[in-house]
């Protein structure tokens, strides 16, 4: 078993920017996957970036640009560094793991992130 802990979020002005930060309780050695998605008020879960062991990164159309997502995979750890925020982007945002050895997904707690002047 897995949980996933994360940090960051807040208040912030349109325009600025805020880190998100997601570390996995122990370290997997296996090729997995790791990502943000956001859930905004009265919307559905959607998919911000990815990001495997291997570096490969996927992004929303949403967010090109203006996130970027990273990890160290010594720690399986994820970073989100959202700039250019917009009012749009307020929502709580989750981190996940899919685990591709027995394709288990993990999923954080949340942490909400609210734009607003």
């Known amino acids: 078993q897995v949980q996933l802990v994360e940090s960051g979020g807040g208040l912030v002005r349109p325009g600025g920017s805020l880190r998100l930060s997601c570390a996995a309780s122990?370290?997997?050695?296996?090729?997995?996957?790791m990502g943000w998605y956001r859930q905004p008020p009265g919307k559905g879960r959607e998919l911000v970036a990815t990001?495997?062991?291997?570096?490969?990164?996927k992004y929303a159309d949403s967010v090109k640009g203006r996130f970027t997502i990273s990890r160290d995979n010594a720690k399986t750890a994820v970073n989100l560094q959202l700039n250019s925020l917009k009012p749009e982007d307020t929502a709580i945002y989750l981190c996940?793991?899919?685990?591709?050895?027995?394709?288990?997904?993990?999923w954080g707690q949340g942490t909400q992130v609210t734009v607003s002047s």
């Open positions: 990001i495997t062991s291997g570096g490969t990164t």
């Open positions: 996940n793991l899919v685990d591709t050895t027995q394709w288990t997904t993990y």
């Open positions: 122990r370290r997997l050695f296996s090729f997995n996957i």
